[in-house]
């Protein structure tokens, strides 16, 4: 079975500080990683996978295969960063549709 | 091109009985899947369609089924309504790089 798991319902950071939003998973397989973002108002839109290796909005994660883990981290958060983030796990192959959400946290930055 | 788009946005049903909610994916993609989301649940897999057929399904009784038209716009019906039922339910489409598009979701309330 799947399961990803976000410790921190709510994380309050100030602006310029770094920001680390926690991501665990348990699969037995080798799964494709994602985090999506909902800002207010808006749906659901990706933020970014981990086999793109990209930084999006200076958002970056690495997949931690030991610790089954999956962080997103940015080190200088801004106010617009405001929004709930999920992390998501999919199987892959034909189950790439198919995709287990963590429960979110909710990103507060301050002035 | 145009987003994920569902129909209708809100809607108020009563126990008992059951409801009809449709989904336009963005052009060109052949997959759709649906999810629920709730305040105590968060966003759970209901099941993904690709060219008609039900690839994967999720963990949800009988009374929550789904089908896939030739134009790949998707329709998902929930029977005997319970109170329970009330959550958003969201619209995602994938493209043929495996990411998934949400739309903006139905506003089910069941009274």
């Known amino acids: 079975a799947q399961r990803v798991t976000q410790p921190e319902k709510l994380l309050s950071v100030f602006k310029g500080a770094p920001v680390e939003l926690k991501c665990n998973y348990s699969?037995?397989?080798?799964?494709?990683l994602f985090w999506y973002v909902q800002y207010s108002r808006q749906r659901l839109q990706l933020l970014l996978r981990?086999?793109s290796r990209e930084s999006i909005k200076g958002f970056t994660a690495d997949l931690n295969k030991g610790e089954t883990s999956f962080h997103l981290k940015k080190p200088f958060a801004q106010e617009e960063d405001s929004a709930m983030y999920y992390c998501?796990?999919?199987?892959?192959?034909?189950?790439?549709?198919?995709?287990?959400f963590g429960q979110g946290t909710i990103l507060t930055v301050h002035p | 091109k145009a987003g994920v788009t569902q129909t209708p946005r809100y809607l108020i049903k009563t126990r008992g009985q059951q409801v009809t909610l449709s989904c336009s994916p963005i052009?060109?993609?052949?997959?759709v899947s649906w999810y629920q989301q709730t305040p105590g649940q968060g966003l759970q897999f209901l099941f993904e369609?690709?060219?008609?057929?039900?690839?994967n399904k999720g963990n949800f009784p009988g009374r929550f089924s789904g089908r896939q038209f030739s134009n790949s716009r998707s329709e998902m019906n929930v029977s005997t309504l319970e109170l329970g039922d009330s959550a958003l339910y969201l619209c995602?489409?994938?493209?043929?790089?495996?990411?998934?598009?949400f739309g903006e979701g139905s506003w089910l309330t069941v009274v």
């Open positions: 981990h086999i």
């Open positions: 052009s060109g993609h052949r997959s």
């Open positions: 998501a796990l999919s199987a892959g192959g034909t189950s790439y549709g198919k995709l287990t």
């Open positions: 995602a489409s994938r493209d043929g790089g495996n990411t998934i598009y």
């Open positions: 369609y690709f060219s008609e057929t039900q690839r």
């Open positions: 699969y037995s397989g080798s799964p494709e």
